[in-house]
């Protein structure tokens, strides 16, 4: 699940720097980047799943061990440990955050800038390509609200409060 993850991350920001280098290469491709904002959503609908069940798994291990450590006197070691973890997961989903944000800006920004205000008006169209720039705009901005939500859910999850 961890490696699922990750992949999907590293695969959201090569496609996506990929689609940003296309559509400000050239003003007849410039329209490209607005995948990017549909990719953002598609891309964290993958990984919600994924960072749901890795955070009940950690849970269920840390409540393992938990017991074991009352009944057995095993040293609690795992206490510092699932706190490093925590830190580090909550600093990858703010990166994530600001990642998925970055890129989905910037490459709206280029494909409005290119696309409509250019010298030369846009070859038809127009209405159309208004609409999917906001809709990969709305796209985007849903797939940092379900980053966000994954976040609040995990950290309810690790204590041990039902997720809805």
């Not at 960072?51 to 393992?64: D, G």
């Not at 290119?114 to 169209?125: V, Y």
Request: glycine share 6%; hydrophobic share 45%; charged share 15%.
């Amino acid at each position: 699940r961890l490696q699922a993850r990750n992949r999907v991350l590293l695969s959201f920001i090569t496609v996506a720097c990929t689609l940003i280098g296309i559509s400000s290469a050239e003003k007849g491709i410039a329209f490209t980047g607005v995948g990017v904002g549909f990719l953002s959503l598609a891309t964290t609908l993958l990984s919600y799943h994924h960072e749901l069940m890795i955070a009940h798994l950690f849970s269920y291990q840390k409540s393992l061990i938990e017991s074991c450590n009352a009944n057995l006197g095993f040293p609690i070691w795992h206490n510092l440990e699932s706190k490093r973890i925590a830190n580090t997961r909550n600093m990858r989903d703010w990166a994530q955050l600001a990642l998925h944000f970055i890129l989905v800006s910037v490459s709206l920004y280029i494909s409005w800038y290119r696309e409509f205000t250019s010298p030369t008006p846009p070859e038809g169209l127009h209405i159309v390509k208004s609409n999917i720039l906001l809709l990969s705009g709305l796209s985007g901005f849903a797939s940092l609200i379900i980053i966000f939500i994954t976040m609040l859910k995990r950290e309810a999850i690790y204590k041990g409060e039902k997720s809805k």
